[in-house]
């Protein structure tokens, strides 16, 4: 049954039910994967766990302290990212629940196309025959939702206001009864709400040192981080800037924000010599008009350089009167209009 026919069906139930319905394609093709000693594509963390486990093992030193740590992660890609993390501090003596969602994108119209088929059945499998002393993998649907509770309303009610913004590139939604706006936002509101009740439980019991995941500004991520912040749980998030090969963490907030207060801070009294301010703005025009030798730096200059003249001709802006050009934002970053450091209440205003 296609995924149309539940417009409301939780977006892991929907993935686990259509990894069902293509279940025999996607057991031969592991099948063809395991007998040419080949690993199927999008498919890393699952197959190579015990071994990541193995290498870290002899990393272990005397007396190291141990913590208590829970990992969530949903998507493939961060479930990958986080499952080598788990397996690092695993390493290092740490103990952690690792909690992953089976749904396989974070787009919630699309079933989970077939080439994910078989990472969703290499977690089901990987995790019937996993046992280890220090790590648990738990699927989030595996978790009994308990009841909710004032702070996760009002943690799924923020953060779905967020998530609205993000997934419909709008500053403002429009919330009349039967809008796409208005489902959006009850659409968000349910899911946010329900991995808030999933994980409860475990945090009521578990006695946590710490919680990491990725974003800690989107989607589950964001409700989960803003859940734990209001229950005082120490929290760490991380997230990959547009350079290769770099990674930024935050333990002070969720990354996504950007928390730049203790490096403001380091930089008292905030008075620019000339000398400065001529090397920072020689650094930033020369860092979009040419790529730096830096490989893992991003490219901000994907065009050559126009004479004014030329782009006043192109736009038919009379040379006689003064133009003004305002860099505004983009509607794909409308959800730091809807998050806790709100500057502005939108566009005009900031204009």
Same mark, same amino acid.
């Given at each position: 049954?296609?995924?149309?026919?539940?417009?409301?069906?939780?977006?892991?139930?929907?993935?686990?039910?259509?990894?069902?319905?293509?279940?025999?394609?996607?057991?031969?093709?592991?099948?063809?994967?395991?007998?040419?000693?080949?690993?199927?594509?999008? /498919?890393?963390?699952?197959?190579?766990?015990?071994?990541?486990?193995?290498?870290?093992?002899?990393?272990? &030193?005397?007396?190291?302290?141990?913590?208590?740590?829970?990992?969530?992660?949903?998507?493939?890609?961060?479930?990958?990212?986080?499952?080598?993390?788990?397996?690092?501090?695993?390493?290092?003596?740490?103990?952690? /629940?690792?909690?992953?969602?089976?749904?396989?994108?974070?787009?919630?119209?699309?079933?989970?196309?077939?080439?994910?088929?078989?990472?969703?059945?290499?977690?089901?499998?990987?995790?019937?025959?996993?046992?280890?002393?220090?790590?648990?993998?738990?699927?989030?649907?595996?978790?009994?939702?308990?009841?909710?509770?004032?702070?996760?309303?009002?943690?799924?009610?923020?953060?779905?206001?967020?998530? !609205?913004?993000?997934?419909?590139?709008?500053?403002?939604?429009?919330?009349? &009864?039967?809008?796409?706006?208005?489902?959006?936002?009850?659409?968000?509101?349910? !899911?946010?709400?329900?991995?808030?009740?999933?994980?409860? &439980?475990?945090?009521?019991?578990?006695?946590?040192?710490?919680?990491?995941?990725?974003?800690?500004?989107?989607?589950?991520?964001?409700?989960?981080?803003?859940?734990?912040?209001?229950?005082?749980?120490?929290?760490?998030?991380?997230?990959?800037?547009?350079?290769?090969?770099?990674?930024?963490?935050? *333990?002070?907030?969720?990354?996504?924000?950007? &928390?730049?207060?203790?490096?403001?801070?380091?930089?008292?009294?905030?008075?620019?010599?000339?000398?400065?301010?001529?090397?920072?703005?020689?650094?930033?025009?020369?860092?979009?008009?040419?790529?730096?030798?830096?490989?893992? *730096?991003?490219?901000?200059?994907?065009?050559?350089?126009?004479?004014?003249?030329?782009?006043?001709?192109?736009?038919?802006?009379?040379?006689?009167?003064?133009?003004?050009?305002?860099?505004?934002?983009?509607?794909?970053?409308?959800?730091?209009? !809807?998050?806790?450091?709100?500057?502005?209440?939108?566009?005009?205003?900031?204009?």
């Amino acid at each position: 049954m296609s995924a149309a026919r539940h417009p409301h069906e939780p977006r892991w139930r929907r993935a686990v039910r259509f990894a069902a319905e293509t279940g025999p394609l996607v057991n031969a093709y592991l099948r063809v994967c395991d007998a040419g000693g080949r690993t199927p594509r999008n /498919d890393l963390g699952w197959r190579h766990l015990d071994a990541w486990l193995a290498a870290t093992a002899p990393f272990l &030193p005397e007396g190291s302290p141990r913590r208590r740590l829970l990992i969530f992660a949903m998507q493939p890609h961060w479930v990958d990212m986080s499952l080598a993390l788990a397996a690092l501090l695993v390493g290092r003596g740490d103990t952690i /629940d690792f909690v992953w969602s089976q749904e396989a994108t974070h787009l919630p119209d699309v079933p989970p196309p077939l080439l994910y088929g078989h990472w969703l059945a290499s977690g089901r499998r990987t995790q019937e025959a996993f046992h280890h002393p220090r790590l648990r993998l738990i699927a989030l649907e595996s978790l009994a939702p308990g009841s909710a509770d004032d702070t996760m309303r009002a943690a799924a009610e923020a953060q779905a206001q967020a998530d !609205a913004s993000y997934a419909l590139r709008k500053e403002r939604l429009d919330l009349r &009864p039967g809008t796409p706006d208005f489902f959006k936002l009850n659409r968000r509101r349910a !899911a946010d709400l329900d991995v808030l009740r999933r994980l409860a &439980p475990l945090l009521d019991g578990g006695s946590y040192d710490r919680l990491l995941m990725p974003s800690g500004g989107i989607l589950e991520f964001g409700a989960i981080h803003r859940y734990a912040t209001a229950r005082g749980l120490a929290t760490t998030t991380y997230e990959f800037p547009d350079a290769h090969g770099r990674i930024m963490v935050s *333990a002070a907030g969720a990354v996504t924000s950007l &928390p730049t207060g203790p490096l403001w801070d380091a930089a008292a009294p905030h008075a620019l010599s000339e000398a400065e301010r001529a090397r920072i703005v020689a650094q930033l025009v020369e860092a979009r008009q040419s790529r730096p030798n830096d490989p893992a *730096a991003p490219s901000f200059q994907r065009a050559a350089m126009t004479a004014p003249q030329a782009v006043r001709d192109a736009l038919d802006l009379s040379s006689n009167r003064r133009t003004v050009l305002v860099c505004c934002n983009v509607p794909y970053d409308a959800i730091f209009y !809807a998050a806790r450091r709100k500057f502005f209440a939108g566009m005009w205003e900031w204009l």
